[in-house]
């Protein structure tokens, strides 16, 4: 077998060990937006940009009391949709961004969330990682959910190298099987919040530390400051 060959192959296989010390570490692990339908998940994606998943939950439960199909939003005065999103910050872009999302859906899907990637990136507002979260959690097409902790993360497991999304996006598909995308992901958030965190990791009692190929890096440097 060619050397590169085999170095992809012990990837694989320490990626799949990783998740499935990561699945039996954090049993509860999954997307943290509440959401009761695909375009409230929508909603609540958008709203979730550069804003935390707590902030948002705060915020949806009255908003999706008073706006409960695309035609609500879109017939919504723009001032009064900002005021209600205002708490998640860049609330007008936000709004205009649910505005014309919703419109979006009424003129290409018959008032309708789509299911595919190709129709959900008509969206505005969605990338790839909003449209993987939807697809994961909706309809049941797995995905890579490229966010900050995913980057982070994938990276100190050394299972990227790249710090552009759709590049770790790729890597991490070509490790992880299929079925097991939207967990990973899942999985992923969870640890970095819990133990591989931004400024100060928990190296010593991460449950994938023998695994790691980087374990007290960064914990080091912190400690020698
Ligand atoms: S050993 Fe440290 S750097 Fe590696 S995954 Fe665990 S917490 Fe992150």
Redesign the pocket.
């Known amino acids: 077998m060619a050397p590169n060959k085999v170095t992809q192959e012990a990837n694989r296989e320490r990626a799949r060990r990783v998740l499935d010390r990561l699945t039996e570490a954090y049993p509860d692990a999954r997307c943290s937006l509440d959401f009761k339908n695909p375009l409230q998940l929508l909603v609540a994606t958008i709203l979730a940009a550069q804003c935390t998943d707590d902030r948002v939950n705060l915020t949806t439960p009255s908003l999706f009391k008073r706006y409960q199909a695309p035609k609500d939003y879109v017939a919504a005065p723009d001032e009064e949709l900002q005021e209600a999103v205002r708490s998640c910050g860049f609330y007008r872009q936000k709004a205009k961004a649910i505005k014309r999302a919703c419109q979006t859906i009424m003129d290409r899907f018959d008032g309708a969330v789509p299911g595919t990637m190709a129709e959900l990136l008509q969206l505005e507002g969605v990338g790839r990682k909003t449209a993987n979260v939807l697809l994961g959690e909706c309809f049941n097409t797995p995905g890579i959910i490229v966010d900050t902790h995913c980057k982070r993360?994938s990276a100190?497991?050394g299972f990227t190298k790249s710090a552009e999304p759709g590049k770790i996006e790729q890597d991490l598909m070509r490790l992880i099987p299929e079925a097991r995308w939207t967990g990973f992901s899942h999985c992923l958030v969870f640890?970095g919040r819990a133990?591989?965190?931004a400024r100060a990791?928990?190296?010593s009692r991460?449950?994938?530390?023998d695994l790691?190929?980087?374990?007290?890096?960064?914990?080091g440097k912190k400690a020698a400051r």
């Open positions: 993360v100190r497991l640890h133990t591989c965190q990791p928990k190296c991460c449950c994938v530390r790691c190929p980087f374990p007290d890096s960064r914990e």
